[in-house]
């Protein structure tokens, strides 16, 4: 990672092909310096989204994606194929980061509307205080949801992961992603109800 601020990508580039992606990984075991490098350019897009959605802070995001990425290179050498996809070990690699972040912080997530940077910048500043208050209240409600559904929802909407993807990160089968979150969105909206009534 770079020390400047890395923009939300308005549209996430589709998984890896297998066939490209595991030459690189077996040369990036090996110490190639290249491969590394590709495997980083291949997934720090998603990686740094799906950790912004988390901290909803571009700074800490910054700091834990880079965090990510040293381990995911320390790792490397002992790194087997197995049954799962690269990126569903390199997302765990992501969500224990994010962990030990709020652990070494002693802090609870918190939002502030300062801190959001997911709204469309073309959509004029109205548009996207309107779109920061109702994420801030998505992330707050989001909370409150079982950590299966909530940890879809992590992937599906805050790493823009299909349904596939995020099957295969979970190791859950595509409809139980599926159901999980069809009633996280339920819950969601129930919860976004109650505060407006």
């Known amino acids: 990672m770079t020390g400047q601020q890395r923009p939300v990508p308005d549209e996430q580039p589709a998984a890896p092909d297998p066939a490209v992606e595991r030459p690189l990984i077996d040369r990036a075991c090996k110490g190639d310096r290249l491969a590394i490098e590709s495997l980083y350019a291949l997934h720090v897009d998603r990686i740094y989204r799906f950790v912004l959605f988390k901290v909803r802070n571009e700074s800490d995001a910054e700091d834990i994606t880079g965090d990510i990425f040293v381990k995911m290179v320390e790792h490397l050498p002992r790194y087997q194929w197995q049954n799962v996809p690269f990126q569903a070990w390199l997302y765990r690699i992501a969500h224990n980061q994010v ?99």
């Open 99 to 197: 962990i030990t972040h709020y652990r070494r912080a002693s802090i609870r997530q918190s939002t502030t509307i300062d801190e959001m940077d997911f709204a469309d910048p073309q959509s004029g500043p109205e548009g996207m205080v309107e779109h920061k208050l109702v994420m801030a209240e998505v992330f707050e409600a989001a909370k409150k949801l079982p950590e299966a559904q909530r940890r879809v929802i992590e992937l599906r909407f805050g790493a823009d992961r299909s349904v596939r993807e995020t099957a295969q990160i979970l190791n859950k089968s595509e409809n139980n992603v599926k159901v999980l979150q069809h009633k996280a969105l339920q819950r969601l909206q129930k919860l976004l109800g109650n505060k407006k009534t």
